[in-house]
């Protein structure tokens, strides 16, 4: 039996052991091809096959329909963070962003780099502690789009409601909650996520787009930063990363079975219930670092007395396998990253832990 550890990692981050299992048995001949599907075509119809069914998956999962194009994209989340103002801000014109968080932040300076960003709602003085309210969005009526971040996965915050923008196209980097909760991703003009939080291994990302914004993309870019080229190809127009792919169509696969969207979303919140549970429970040595309201169900964040009992508590866990906690290295503290492929068993041993630490500390 291989010893496998509680895995708070990030991104990338803990698989579904059933996917990483299915991998493992398919590895030296994929399907009776008398080959690995990483040493297939891109072009073969075993990995076509992987492709249209990902594809699918993706519609059938977050529940878009013909309307929205699925690509899969190299360059991880950051890449878009610069191709959605190149294609989507024409001259002269503005965007707007919410500024929640460091990688929110990182979209907005891109923007800067290209066209003009207008900061509809910022919490960088109140140290990302929050997201905005639904009436504290601000932006003018003719911005080409409004980009938002809907987990922020550095601070610990998430979007419990969305900004109703009616003709002004809404945009979301969903990399660290995309299909952990039932949303309606149809409010969405365009949403994207790197796979390797939510969806599968590093190197492969994401976009979603609903065909009336992808006709506004501009033209002329080269062919690699063109969402059409992608559209057209079906993401197959240079090689992808295959393998990528294939374990992002088996975790989605998996999801299907946890029950879809509503059931992750049930084991979600069970985990998320237990976690700040155990920290409101101790709150004068377990500090939650943001607003109640604003709290993730994906990356539960929090600080302790000290920090060489930061420290301690993160040594200490990993004795008893539980790994992955230190919070990131701009805002310090613990963090627990709590995505799909972390179970309720694992949130359970958590917090026997936390009550034992509390105890002996
Ligand atoms: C991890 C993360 C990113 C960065 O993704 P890369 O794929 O590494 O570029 C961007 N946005 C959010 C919300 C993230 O969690």
């Given at each position: ?13 803990a ?6 299992k ?17 040493e ?30 699925v ?31 460091e ?5 907005m300076k891109?923007?800067?780099?290209v ?14 502690r929050?997201v905005?309210?639904m009436?504290?969005?601000k ?6 789009y409004?980009h ?8 610990g915050?998430?979007?419990?409601e ?23 991703y ?5 949403f ?36 059409k080229?992608?559209v ?28 879809g ?28 670092t ?32 539980l790994?992955g906690?230190?919070?990131h290295r ?32």
């Amino acid at each position: 039996m291989v010893k496998r550890v509680v895995n708070f990692n990030p991104g990338p981050a803990a698989l579904p052991l059933d996917v990483l299992k299915i991998v493992q048995e398919e590895l030296l001949d994929y399907q009776n091809s008398g080959m690995s599907i990483l040493e297939s075509s891109h072009r073969a119809k075993e990995f076509e096959a992987v492709n249209d069914a990902a594809i699918a998956l993706v519609h059938e999962v977050l529940g878009v329909g013909p309307d929205y194009q699925v690509l899969f994209m190299g360059g991880g989340a950051s890449t878009q963070f610069a191709l959605i103002p190149m294609s989507f801000v024409p001259a002269g014109q503005t965007a707007a962003y919410i500024d929640t968080g460091e990688f929110a932040n990182k979209a907005m300076k891109e923007c800067q780099i290209v066209a003009k960003a207008h900061i509809a709602f910022s919490s960088k003085e109140e140290k990302y502690r929050r997201v905005p309210k639904m009436n504290e969005i601000k932006y003018p009526e003719d911005v080409a789009y409004l980009h938002l971040c809907s987990n922020n996965t550095i601070e610990g915050t998430q979007y419990h409601e969305f900004p109703e923008t009616g003709k002004i196209p809404l945009i979301a980097d969903m990399s660290s909650d995309i299909a952990s909760r039932q949303l309606d991703y149809k409010q969405f003009a365009m949403f994207y996520a790197g796979a390797q939080k939510n969806l599968g291994p590093a190197g492969v990302t994401l976009v979603v787009i609903r065909n009336d914004f992808l006709a506004k993309a501009k033209t002329g870019l080269p062919t690699m930063f063109t969402y059409k080229t992608y559209v057209d190809n079906k993401s197959l127009y240079n090689t992808p990363p295959v393998f990528a792919v294939y374990i992002m169509k088996l975790v989605l696969e998996w999801v299907k079975k946890q029950g879809g969207l509503a059931g992750v979303e049930k084991v979600n919140a069970a985990k998320k219930d237990l976690l700040y549970g155990a920290i409101d429970a101790n709150a004068d040595f377990y500090k939650g670092t943001v607003e109640k309201t604003s709290r993730s169900w994906s990356n539960v964040t929090m600080r302790l007395p000290t920090e060489a009992l930061e420290d301690k508590f993160i040594a200490d866990a990993k004795k008893e396998g539980l790994i992955g906690m230190k919070g990131h290295r701009s805002v310090g503290g613990i963090r627990f990253s709590i995505y799909n492929a972390v179970s309720l068993d694992d949130i359970k041993k958590t917090v026997e832990f936390m009550a034992k630490f509390r105890k002996t500390a």
